[in-house]
């Protein structure tokens, strides 16, 4: 009898509890946990399940500018040898043109007569004012030497592919950009100082102003183009991109052979190498997120 009374005159522990504020439980020390202390824990709930063909897929696009950029060093390069005249550069800028327009007109989903005219007076414009500026540009690095010229052109085209928007995000529609980045500005402001620097080196106004508008067109179009072509089909994509590779490759052959085995190797990096090392190192991925982290605020607005 005693006993029992003594049982039931004995003091109930509480039960523990999670407090962030006011201080330690009666009854339990201030480094106390239970098993529900981490019962909340999610392990990985964010990180993306990535497919080694998907990611080897979408390099291609990585590997197809990277060409492009390829081939345009290489007009440079047979510009400033005098292998292409300024006839040859314009014919160039010519077909580019044409091309890209067709292009355009073939994966537009919206076209009007007003929207195309409003497209070449813009590319008039833009043309005549290349023009004007070509003397400009003629002598804008006469007291600069050689040397130095082509350092920091190859020091811009490295920023330029770094920087450079793979993505394709900002593309919003032909001809038009939707909130570019500011390392995608640099990347473009890269190229064009580039383009500049050569043309400035080279033995004419006409050689300029045909340099300088085929490299904008490629900076500026090439991958507004490769958007326009991707949206179409992917596989159509996929052939362009495998064969800009195999005829860069073989221009780049023709240069040099070391430039070709460096660029078969950036090229086999990107397309096999990384893409095998990202699913690789996905398994080490450990994400942990709980009732600890910051709250996320979600408005939910209802008309």
């Known amino acids: 009898m005693e006993a029992s009374i003594g049982r039931r005159s004995s003091p109930t522990r509480s039960k523990w509890r999670k407090v962030a504020y006011g201080g330690m439980q009666p009854g339990f020390e201030d480094n106390h946990t239970d098993e529900s202390f981490l019962e909340d824990m999610i392990m990985n709930a964010s990180v993306v399940k990535r497919d080694l063909l998907k990611v080897m897929l979408d390099s291609v696009s990585i590997s197809q500018y990277v060409c492009i950029v390829a081939l345009v060093v290489l007009v440079w390069t047979y510009t400033l040898r005098s292998t292409f005249n300024e006839n040859s550069l314009m014919l160039l800028d010519v077909i580019l043109l044409g091309a890209g327009f067709f292009v355009f007109l073939l994966t537009a989903e919206m076209l009007s007569f007003d929207l195309l005219l409003s497209y070449v007076l813009k590319i008039f414009f833009f043309i005549t004012g290349l023009y004007v500026l070509s003397p ?50 640099i990347s473009l402001n890269a190229s064009i100082v580039a383009s500049l620097l050569i043309a400035s080196r080279l033995p004419s106004r006409l050689h300029v102003f045909a340099i300088v508008l085929f490299s904008l067109q490629i900076f500026l179009f090439a991958p507004l183009v490769s958007y326009c072509i991707k949206k179409c089909s992917f596989r159509l994509h996929l052939c362009f991109s495998f064969g800009l590779m195999a005829a860069t490759l073989l221009f780049v052959y023709r240069l040099h052979g070391l430039l070709f085995v460096l660029l078969l190797g950036v090229l086999v990096f990107v397309n ?7 699913i690789r190192i996905q398994e080490y991925k450990f994400e942990i997120n709980g009732p600890w982290d910051e709250a996320k605020l979600c408005f939910n607005i209802t008309e």
């Not at 993505?167 to 001809?175: E, I, L, M, Q, Y």
């Not at 096999?272 to 990202?278: I, K």
Request: hydrophobic share 40%; no cysteine; charged share 5%.
């Open 136 to 185: 400009i540009y003629h002598t804008l690095t006469r007291s600069i030497s050689s040397d130095s010229i082509w350092a920091l052109t190859a020091s811009l085209l490295v920023l330029h592919l770094f920087l450079h928007n793979y993505s394709g995000s900002t593309v919003k529609a032909p001809g038009a950009l939707e909130n570019p980045t500011f390392t995608s500005n």
């Open 272 to 278: 096999l190498v990384g893409p095998y090392w990202l």
